[in-house]
């Protein structure tokens, strides 16, 4: 018992002491190829600049076309704000393919009364790097105030479902704590059953947009993750079908057991005793 009680302890200690956006950055930061971000941290800064030549070289061919420095001047008065405070990386996609790979980083740039997204996409094909795609765009506030999870300025399907991802996962505890405490056949089977929640609903918590998952599992029956450490909150809430199952069947399935336990069971006679039905009646 000790011994359990000083692993809690450790346990407790290592999860106080660990930050999961910490863990999410650093997390991110490994899976960005560090000669990418090498680029493409040199691209932006040529274009923060106006340098747009150093920009163009490393463009895809295909893009550098006349008049592409007037586009270029238009993506660079989005980062016309003064000198960055900060700049951060904040998504990362790595697509591999047998042809090529394709790397697709965004950062979030803080000025001092601005906060602005430029994403990046950059193709490497037999070594050789380039630019594939460069956006920049204002965002009112920082990523990480965007998406935070708060009640304010919520509508009524962000509410309805969040009442449901906490009243969900309580149900099935609840049915699950009753199906371990009752005596039935196969309670193994109806506990895994309870357990899992049918399907799936989705909320993105900061835009209230919904979808649906008809073919999904999920355990107990609602969730909350992010993709990212920046990304916004998604809410899922799963039907407790077997939950409910079990409470419809649950007086049946104990009554069954019930009479399993109280039929007798056939005599047994020992084979040779004189006494025993010779399975024939004389007439």
Partial sequence: MKFRLVIVAILMTALCGCNPNDYLSNMMNRMAPDDDEALAKQCLSALLAGDFKIVTEQLDPQFVKPGIESNLTQVAAMLDHGDPLSLELVGCNVFTTPDKKRSHLTYQYQFTNAWVLAAITIDTVDGNKKVFGLN???IPKSLGELNAFTLSGKGIQHYVLLALAVAVPIFIIWTFVLCVRTKIRK???WIIFILVGIAKLNLNWT?????????ALQIPGAGMAKMGLYAPWILTVSFPLGAILFLIKRRKLQSNQEQENTEPSPPAYPEGRADAPSGSAEA
């Avoid at 835009?207 to 073919?215: D, H, N, R, V």
């Fill in 207 to 215: 835009t209230g947009q919904m979808g649906f998952q008809p073919i």
């Fill in 136 to 138: 920049v765009n204002p």
């Fill in 187 to 189: 309670k193994w089977l």
